[in-house]
């Protein structure tokens, strides 16, 4: 179960560096299992009072549903999210016939048929653990992990593979993304694995979940974001893993943090409250955030939108400017969201001066935002990628710009539409607290915060998510979307993740509600 | 926020029980009796109030159905004997137009009069039909108009309903000629008769006290109108021959509709001549014609409609009814066209159900809306298809007024403040500028075609 891949090291620019030295985390995948007692799987496996402890079932699971330790007089409680379900009875090894008490039985998981929606189906939520357990694709059996039920947008594309592609092989695979294609001197800063984390403040998440993150990212090589709540100096090892925020309200940003990073962010804007500011209610602004965000404590803070200072593409140029006089090893990128002309303000982020535009959609978001905003205002990001994407192509700068989108991006499948449909790479946020448990019932904000210890500061709460757990976690996620990737880009014949940029014609639309045949 | 935005809203609790979505099922046989129950963890406190009701017969019994669903119990109990379970009840509610979904949220926002907010991105489809495929602009960098979150409170939301002349007259002495009547409201809504069951009298009671919180006006069938009633607040609604009955009552009125009808400019007219002072709509239903209707209207000096579309939100009498948000952009385009769009009022109501009909109805060409499911989904209605009347599981008609005025205004309140959110996202500052503003909305057609017309089945 465990593999090792060969990782690109980061320039260290040596006199950036005033903190502790970084850290390394090494890039190994182990299984990392579900940090609840009871992990939810599709179905349920029952066994009566009727059972004698034979251990037959013991034998014959090849899943590892049954288990009976040596020593043990009783088998242990099934491991039930283990079981393929009622279709193990084609096979020898069906339990539930093997059984010569018929004490077990088999079903469908009340549980899991009661979890998930459209975008975020049961099934999508239970593959993506089942990714951060085992990192690795082979273990979600025959769950849907590539696309949710929303009936449009990527829910509504499916790859078209070549009949008879070039043969590469998956170890020829280059999933490498080059974030700086400016000449400007600055440095070449490449991931990779053509995604990142997105900006999570302190605040919004706890500080055990920002650390895996940077960690994840660290072994990774590749990058998270902190989000507009400032910069934990826990995170300090992990500098040249971190993206940055400059945000509407200025919360914790100061020229050390900015000269910390390689990458910094502005943020315009975010997908989930598109043209509004963000909100971190009084009950979530502790002690210890309100220290960090250089707030008073309980007080609600706002980010107001828009960026008073910015009214113009040349007030944006003056906001780079800034970031590049006091950080001259910084890339810059700019975070937007999608109205109609996001195209324009893409191109604006060029001539500004950006090496990245990120374009955030409006369906993703982590951090709670109003309802009204979530589902109408501005365009969903399978739109805006084209638009932009070819808006960037007709003013002849595609190339000297890296274009990153997000915003309701779930699997690596998204990742790949995106790409295909003309980003360079993705962001992504829900996915890896997924990866650590959440359950996306959506009270992020109330009472005490997230009950799953991951979106909330309470200090008891917290405790409920390692860190070291959470690191592995978010590893083995990543390694799971890089074999798909890999995959689909081999069957594809493509030799780079790069190859797969702008391209419609691998991709084919599916009306909802036909029949839909799975290549 | 000035006075006259402010929406007074008070946390009001439902009658009934909620009808929740989740309950945990707890299969009790197996339990453990752990001295550290995954239950008194609860972080929602819902499973202690389940157990206070072992000690107080009084208290509720299944208030599990309060159950956040964020699984901490099912997944840490020591013996794995509780199941999450979508409750039965749950799924029975609604009709295809009214979605669980929405019944929850209008109940949610009926009760605290506050918009709904949650984490972890959107939850529903891609799209759907009407309204549901169109969204809203921003503004962006380049192009914000507003002062932030702090502005927000200064945003306009009032309408004008009336004639609006597009130049000032002069009499035959030079002076200038009285301007006709203007009633300016401080939210673009009216709130309108129900669209299932009787107009009952608590309900009627209940619309115009929340009508007059609102400083808007409550549409009321005229003969559901107490003599000496005050008029403040209330629209009468006529069908026109029985006008003559009621010349004191139309002395005292402010707005007064006429159901269409080959006579409704005499009726009119005959209003008119009692008070000048009146408003008088023409109320008609939002037929594939309504363009040519609206028009004609116009000719016969009538310059509000209110154009009433089906409880869905489409044409009436049409075999392919369109939807509010094409027909609408059809007949705003028309009057555009004939040059006299700002001299009319339309009031555009049917299938008004979430604050976002609201706005995008606005955007699609009306000048303000006219709710009225939601009105009674505020009191606890649950769209069901039973006899609206005699059996109406919740007793709509036995509601207590001023309970069920303060739900109304909650909702509306909850609204009016998401309104405020789109304009403030839009940079908009005011909401007359966003009628007919398709410009700063799209069309899911026309991304589809842009992003996806090159990509094959």
């Given at each position: 179960m465990t593999s090792v891949i060969e990782r690109t090291a980061p320039p260290v620019?040596?006199?950036?560096?005033?903190?502790p030295p970084p850290a390394t985390v090494e890039r190994v995948v182990r299984p990392m299992p579900d940090r609840y007692r009871n992990p939810i799987g599709r179905y349920k496996v029952r066994r009566s009072?009727?059972?004698?402890?034979?251990?037959v079932c013991v034998e014959v699971c090849?899943?590892?549903v049954h288990v009976k330790p040596a020593g043990y007089n009783l088998p242990l409680?099934?491991?039930?999210?283990l079981c393929i379900g009622p279709?193990?009875?084609?096979?020898?090894?069906?339990c539930v016939e093997h059984c010569p008490n018929k004490a077990l039985s088999v079903g469908r998981n009340p549980t899991a048929d009661a979890i998930g929606d459209p975008r975020w189906t049961s099934d999508l939520l239970l593959a993506t653990w089942r990714q951060a357990e085992t990192?690795?694709?082979?273990?979600?059996?025959?769950?849907?992990?590539?696309?949710?039920?929303?009936?449009?947008?990527f829910d509504a594309l499916r790859f078209r593979f070549?009949?008879?592609?070039?043969s590469v092989a998956p170890e020829e695979v280059d999933t490498r993304l080059d974030l700086?294609?400016?000449?400007?001197?600055r440095p070449r800063v490449a991931i990779d694995v053509p995604i990142y984390g997105g900006g999570m403040s302190f605040g919004s998440v706890s500080i055990h979940v920002m650390i895996a993150r940077a960690r994840a990212a660290t072994a990774w090589n590749t990058f998270t974001c902190t989000g507009e709540g400032g910069y934990p100096e826990r995170l300090q090892p992990y500098d040249d893993h971190v993206i940055t925020q400059v945000a509407t309200?200025?919360?914790?940003?100061r020229e050390e943090t900015i000269q910390r990073v390689r990458i910094v962010e502005f943020k315009y804007?975010?997908?989930?409250?598109?043209?509004l500011g963000g909100h971190l209610l009084g009950d979530k602004n502790t002690p210890d955030v309100a220290r960090m965000r250089q707030a008073v404590a309980g007080n609600a803070l706002f980010s107001p939108?828009?960026?008073?200072?910015?009214?113009s593409v040349e007030d944006h140029k003056k906001h780079l400017d800034w970031i590049k006089a006091i950080s001259p090893h910084a890339l810059t990128s700019v975070k937007v969201s999608t109205p109609t002309d996001v195209d324009m303000v893409a191109v604006g982020s060029y001539h500004a001066g950006a090496h990245i535009v990120h374009i955030d959609g409006s369906?993703?978001?982590t951090g709670a935002a109003p309802d009204i905003a979530k589902k109408n205002i501005a365009m969903p990001i399978e739109y805006a990628i084209p638009r932009v994407h070819r808006f960037l192509v007709d003013e002849g700068v595609r190339d000297e710009i890296v274009l990153i989108a997000s915003g309701g991006l779930r699997t690596a499948d998204d990742v790949l539409k995106a790409i295909a449909l003309g980003a360079d790479g993705a962001v992504i946020g829900t996915s890896e607290i997924v990866a650590l448990g959440?359950?996306?019932?959506?009270?992020?904000?109330?009472?005490?915060?997230c009950a799953r210890g991951i979106?909330?500061?309470?200090r008891e709460l917290i405790k409920q998510v390692d860190i070291d757990w959470a690191t592995q976690r978010l590893i083995n996620m990543y390694a799971a979307w890089r074999e798909r990737m890999v995959d689909v880009l081999a069957r594809m014949g493509?030799?780079?993740?790069?190859?797969?940029?702008?391209?419609?014609?691998c991709l084919r639309r599916v009306r909802w509600g036909e029949e839909d045949v799975h290549d | 926020m000035p006075e006259r935005y402010h929406v007074p809203v008070v946390p009001t609790p439902a009658r009934f029980p909620k009808v929740g979505q989740y309950s945990i099922v707890d299969w009790?046989?197996?339990?453990?009796?752990?001295?550290?129950?995954v239950k008194n963890a609860c972080v929602s406190g819902i499973w202690p109030l389940e157990r206070a009701h072992d000690r107080d017969?009084?208290?509720?019994?299944?208030?599990?159905?309060?159950?956040?669903?964020?699984?901490s119990c099912v997944q840490g109990c020591t013996k794995g004997i509780l199941s999450l379970s979508v409750n039965p009840a749950y799924l029975t509610l609604g009709d295809p137009y009214w979605s669980r979904e929405m019944l929850s949220t209008t109940w949610a926002q009926a009760e605290s009069g506050r918009i709904p907010v949650s984490g972890a991105g959107y939850r529903g489809p891609f799209c759907g039909p009407g309204f549901d495929s169109m969204w809203t602009d921003m503004s962006e960098i380049v192009r914000p108009t507003r002062d932030g979150i702090h502005g927000r409170e200064y945003i306009n939301t009032s309408v004008d309903v009336g004639a609006k002349p597009l130049r000032v007259r002069f009499g035959e002495d030079g002076r200038l000629e009285d301007e006709p009547p203007l009633i300016e409201l401080p939210v673009p809504l009216i709130l309108d008769v129900s669209p299932w069951g009787s107009d009952g009298d608590a309900i009627v009671a209940a619309r115009a006290s929340a009508a007059k919180t609102l400083r808007t006006l409550s549409v009321v069938r005229v003969s559901g109108i107490a003599d000496?009633?005050?008029?403040?607040s209330l629209a009468p609604l006529f069908d026109g021959e029985?006008?003559?009955?009621?010349e004191p009552l139309l002395r005292k009125a402010r707005l007064i509709e006429i159901r269409d009808g080959p006579r409704v400019s005499d009726y009119v007219k005959q209003a008119l001549k009692v008070n000048p002072r009146l408003v008088a709509a023409a109320r008609m239903p939002f037929s594939v014609d309504a363009s040519d209707r609206v028009v004609r209207l116009h000719e016969e000096g009538i310059r509000v409609v209110h154009l009433c579309a089906d409880e869905h939100g489409r044409e009436v009498d049409a075999e392919a009814p369109r939807y509010l948000r094409d027909a609408l952009r059809e007949v705003h385009g028309r009057l555009v066209q004939e040059g006299i769009r700002d001299e009319m009022t339309l009031i555009v109501g049917g299938g008004i159900a979430l604050p976002e009909h609201m706005a995008k109805a606005i955007i699609c060409g009306a000048d303000l809306v006219a709710v009225s499911a939601p009105l009674l989904v505020a009191l606890g209605?649950?769209?069901?298809?039973?006899?609206?009347?005699?059996?109406c599981p919740i007793q709509i008609?036995?509601?207590?007024p001023d309970y069920a005025a303060q739900r109304m205004v909650n909702l509306m309140g909850a609204w009016h403040s998401q309104l405020i959110e789109v304009l403030g996202a839009m940079g908009i500052?005011?909401?007359?500028?966003?009628?007919?503003?398709?410009?700063?909305a799209m069309f899911l057609e026309d991304l589809d075609k842009e992003a996806f017309g090159d990509i094959g089945y």
């Open positions: 620019e040596a006199e950036r560096r005033n903190g009072a009727d059972c004698r402890s034979c251990a090849p899943y590892g409680r099934p491991r039930d999210y279709k193990c009875a084609e096979t020898d090894h069906y990192g690795s694709m082979a273990s979600v059996g025959d769950l849907e992990y590539r696309h949710g039920a929303s009936g449009g947008g070549p009949e008879s592609p070039v700086n294609r400016r000449d400007d001197g309200g200025l919360f914790g940003v804007a975010q997908g989930a409250k598109p043209g939108f828009p960026f008073h200072s910015v009214y369906y993703g978001g959440c359950i996306r019932c959506g009270n992020c904000e109330s009472g005490r915060g979106a909330t500061t309470d493509m030799k780079s993740v790069s190859e797969l940029r702008g391209r419609h014609d | 009790r046989e197996d339990c453990a009796r752990c001295r550290n129950c017969p009084s208290a509720a019994l299944e208030p599990a159905f309060d159950c956040r669903a964020c699984l000496g009633a005050a008029l403040d029985e006008m003559a009955d009621y209605c649950r769209v069901c298809d039973g006899d609206h009347d005699a059996n008609q036995e509601v207590e500052r005011e909401v007359r500028r966003l009628r007919g503003e398709t410009g700063r």
